[in-house]
């Protein structure tokens, strides 16, 4: 749509005695409704076949019959007109649909600044401020609830079979429930596709962080039609293993080398953890298996006599922080840390941050999910030399991912 000439703008601006943006917002907010007003006059005009007072061409015997008052919330605010109607009672207006009392688009508005993290309050008086419009916490709430629908089909969809890296992780909360405030787990899990594509492929409400709810939350995946992974990435919860196994006995179990520096420095005095850190190092980056059990064992020389807890973790869980060893360097990239979950964590901690408590698990359900969304619509493109990536796994898993492609 073309914008108004300059003439026709400067007329309208000296005509109306435009001097201020206020006055200008008046300008147009009167415009509107006169606009407005005369859209449902010509939709009645053509619904009855003839215009209004040309009872030369009428041809039926249905006719206007006044107006009725109706209050909409609109844009520009509040504002009152008169909606025409007809004798039969058989006129439907579109621009101003029966039952409807709001034009503004302000459930859309509603549903992104929730999406953003806004409390209700501040969406309150966003709305106030910009459109003059009162809303209610309780309307709020159930201008969100609309979307539940949504959450729900999003959250059962059916999946991919086969994603070559699954990552899964929880983040914490706390939520009302019955009266008492409990921490809640909000178990997440991310995906890589055979494209390179990342995907949240569901967000789960339960209890503290336990193998037993992320057991379920596998079989969840696999009656949604994911029927092999090839390497999860996960942390160090106890039991997390054996639950992969259950559900997906051939997946490699990669367990997040980052997350199990971090867990040894609480063994680690303040002092030595830089040093400690650094000597580590030297054991994820090897070549090989063998260098980097060889720079373990050298790690346990010199530090095993002040902190034995620190490396007794490492020699304990070897069997899952070592798989990351037999890949090549572009897919151990990809595989040995978390970091991509985590990061999806801090995109959700920034829409959370204002809720110190969730008054039930649908809210904090709705509000990941719609932040969720909104960083999925950033993953526009394909993991980083994906092609690479693919060949190697190709090499590796050949048979299982021929069963998909082929």
């Known amino acids: 749509m073309s914008t108004l000439p300059k003439e026709v703008l400067r007329d309208m601006i000296k005509g109306g005695n435009l001097k201020t943006s206020d006055d200008l917002h008046s300008f147009l907010k009167e415009m509107f409704k006169d606009a407005l007003q005369e859209m449902l006059e010509a939709e009645l005009d053509i619904e009855l076949g003839y215009d209004k007072g040309d009872k030369k061409n009428k041809r039926t015997n249905n006719r206007r019959n006044g107006h009725t008052q109706k209050n909409l919330k609109t844009k520009f605010g509040e504002m009152e007109i008169r909606v025409p109607r007809d004798r039969n009672g058989e006129f439907e207006p579109i621009a101003v649909p029966k039952n409807v009392r709001n034009i503004s688009g302000i459930e859309e508005q509603v549903i992104s600044l929730y999406a953003k993290g806004m409390s209700t309050r501040d969406i309150h008086d966003?709305?106030?401020?910009i459109y003059g419009i009162e809303l209610s916490a309780e309307m709020v709430s159930k201008i969100t609830d609309k979307i539940i629908p949504r959450v729900k089909e999003w959250q059962n969809r059916v999946l991919k079979p086969v994603y070559p890296f699954v990552f899964m992780d929880a983040i914490h909360y706390k939520v009302r429930e019955e009266g008492h405030i409990k921490s809640k787990a909000a178990y997440v899990v991310l995906g890589i596709d055979l494209d390179g594509f990342k995907d949240i492929l569901g967000i789960w409400i339960g209890e503290s962080e336990s193998s037993k709810f992320w057991l379920g939350v596998l079989n969840e995946l696999k009656n949604r039609g994911l029927e092999d992974v090839l390497i999860f990435s996960v942390d160090g919860l106890t039991g997390l293993k054996e639950a992969i196994n259950a559900a997906y006995p051939k997946s490699e179990i990669q367990r997040c080398v980052i997350h199990q520096l971090r867990n040894s420095f609480k063994y680690v005095s303040y002092k030595h953890r830089k040093?400690?850190?650094?000597?580590?190092?030297?054991?994820?980056?090897?070549?090989?298996?063998?260098?980097?059990?060889?720079?373990?064992?050298?790690?346990?020389?010199?530090?095993?006599?002040?902190?034995?807890?620190?490396?007794?973790?490492?020699?304990?869980?070897?069997?899952?922080?070592?798989?990351?060893?037999?890949?090549?360097?572009d897919v151990r990239k990809i595989m040995y840390t978390t970091n991509i979950i985590e990061s999806l964590h801090r995109q959700f901690r920034k829409v959370t941050k204002a809720k110190s408590v969730f008054p039930s698990d649908q809210s904090l359900e709705k509000m990941l999910y719609l932040a969720g969304q909104n960083v999925m619509k950033k993953w526009n493109r394909n993991y980083k030399n994906w092609d690479l990536v693919l060949n190697q796994l190709m090499i590796f898993f050949k048979d299982r991912i021929d069963a998909f492609v082929l």
């Open 275 to 329: 040093e400690f850190a650094k000597d580590f190092k030297t054991v994820y980056t090897a070549i090989n298996e063998e260098e980097a059990l060889e720079n373990l064992f050298k790690v346990k020389e010199k530090w095993d006599n002040k902190y034995p807890f620190a490396i007794k973790s490492w020699e304990a869980n070897w069997d899952v922080l070592s798989p990351f060893f037999k890949f090549p360097k």
């Open 126 to 129: 966003q709305l106030n401020d």
